[in-house]
């Protein structure tokens, strides 16, 4: 199977711009979550999302917002860029067969945003 | 306080030897507890994941979990330099909500 895909990889923008990031499950794959990683904070969870919904949210201001598709697919879009968004933007996706529960997290390779 | 709590280190053990790698969690609600590891510059690989109080065995690592003392831990036996890497620790509650703690640094030197 293939693994967690995210695009892009990597992203230059100023500030006050605004980005959007796209992840690809797991195939078969129904949660994704997404969390950024910064070498003062470590890993932050930003979202996580199951069937189309938003289950959970962490600390961020609402300039950071997500959605997920029907086929699982998820998107994380960040407006308004100040440059301490600046960050490795993970996405990780797990099984969860059952509608609550807990799952094993896969992380896809991150991406890499960069705020000038 | 931290939801996930580990020493940062940096953890230096000589080559052949035992790292020890530790983590506690303050929320009682967690059920699921997961190590992974990430190589600088790359994303997190799970390394192993335990549910249950007690000790979970997987080829050169050795996971424990108790969760009266809600305290998690990470065994590497025969430490190689591959092993160096930052360990992240990570407590899961339902739904999916898993948070991370910021990571042990460990070096292994040849």
């Known amino acids: 199977k293939a693994g967690v895909t995210q695009t892009p990889r990597y992203l230059i923008k100023t500030r006050g711009q605004q980005v959007t990031l796209s992840c690809s499950p797991i195939?078969?794959?129904?949660?994704v979550s997404w969390y950024q990683q910064t070498p003062g904070q470590g890993l932050q969870f930003l979202f996580e999302?199951?069937?189309?919904?938003?289950?959970n949210k962490g600390n961020f201001p609402g300039r950071f917002s997500g959605r997920q598709f029907s086929n699982s697919r998820s998107e994380m879009n960040v407006s308004t860029l100040e440059l301490g968004d600046s960050a490795l933007y993970l996405c990780?996706?797990?099984?969860?067969?059952?509608?609550?529960?807990?799952?094993?997290?896969?992380f896809g390779p991150g991406t890499r945003l960069t705020v000038l | 306080q931290k939801e996930v709590e580990q020493n940062s280190g940096p953890l230096s053990v000589p080559e052949g030897a035992i790292a020890s790698l530790n983590c506690t969690y303050s929320?009682?609600?967690?059920?699921?507890f997961f190590w992974y590891r990430q190589y600088s510059g790359k994303s997190p690989e799970l390394i192993m994941s335990?549910?249950?109080?007690g000790d979970k065995e997987d080829g050169r690592f050795t996971a424990q979990l108790n969760k009266a003392s809600q305290y998690v831990s990470l065994l590497i036996r025969d430490s190689q330099p591959s092993d160096s890497a930052t360990y992240l620790c990570?407590?899961?509650?339902?739904?999916?909500?898993?948070?991370f703690g910021a990571g042990t640094r460990l070096t292994v030197k040849p």
């Open positions: 929320d009682r609600v967690s059920q699921s």
């Open positions: 990570a407590a899961q509650r339902s739904n999916n909500d898993m948070r």
């Open positions: 999302y199951f069937s189309e919904t938003q289950r």
């Open positions: 195939s078969g794959h129904r949660s």
């Open positions: 990780a996706s797990s099984l969860l067969a059952g509608q609550g529960g807990t799952d094993t997290q896969y």
């Open positions: 335990i549910y249950s109080n």
